[in-house]
């Protein structure tokens, strides 16, 4: 029965990954591609490679804190990984629907609180822990927001005393921030699926991924990211890539840049932030700075909004699943 629990488990996380990669590949590979650098097929296949390579050579801390640190493994059971993974899912799919990025961090460890309170195990959650990630999520918004916006500056003064010919290097640069940018995500973002596996895997007794760097698990979320991006990750592209504001190589390297050194620096403390906020934030403190009349701000208002409801929203959205599978399956 274990078995079977845990094998419908990994087809419910199998779904789960397909929505990250529609809701945040579409982010991450209009980024890419807006500035119309690189071919969108390099942006997939560098988007597939820098997903498997990041957790194996920036570690994989972020599986231990989602998996183990929010609320102690001993307290967690099957019923709860459910609720918190379909939890996020609809709030995720609702977002998707009013065509807006929401973030899968801060729904996610949301609905990890909401099914421990379902549960009654919330006395047992690490509140140090919730308050470091919060505070991560949160600081990592104004890192994107206001060093891109001074960088921006630097940058432009920097620039003046240069030749023009010194402009077209970013496109070379683009190319290597964009690694990195995927590279960062994969190292924090995209280990929330890794760690739900993990997680029922240890309390499932079934040894399928015991070990988080496990390449097979690894290769195939993945892949199911890159059909999700693929298939389903428009919106999200579209709002990154062009609702914001229309890129050029510079702003593009600054933004990338800005953001996979956020990111990778929270991925070494294991804490999980949000690289499509902080990406959005950092695309709109470049603009801010560069070009305020292109930053599409009732764009930026629906994006915050979204932000704000997206924790209320997924403890009670993940409550209310999680009590019905804790009760279906006692």
Known sequence: MDNLSFLVFLIVAGVFQILMGANDGGVLLGSIISSNVIHPLFGVILLFLSLTV?????????????????????????????????????????????????????TFVGALVGSAIARKVHTQINTVEILKVFGGLIASIFIGLIVSYLLTKIFNLILRLLTPKASPFFKIFQVISSIFLVMGYGANDAEKTLSLVYTASMISGVNFAVNPKNIFVISLLSFLFIVGTLFFGANSLLTAGFRLMKSNPKETFLAQTITSATVL?????????????TLNMSVVGIGVAEKPYAVKFNVVRNLVLTWLVTVPMSILISYGVSTIFITILK
């Open 54 to 106: 990041a957790p194996l050579v920036f570690g994989t801390e972020v599986v231990k804190t989602l998996g183990t640190k929010i609320v102690p493994i001993q307290y967690i059971t099957l019923p709860m990984l459910y609720g918190a993974i379909i939890g996020t899912m609809i709030w995720v799919i609702i977002a998707q629907r009013i065509k807006y990025p929401v973030s899968i961090s801060y």
């Open 265 to 277: 620096t929270f991925a070494q403390f294991g804490l999980p932030v949000s690289s499509t906020e």
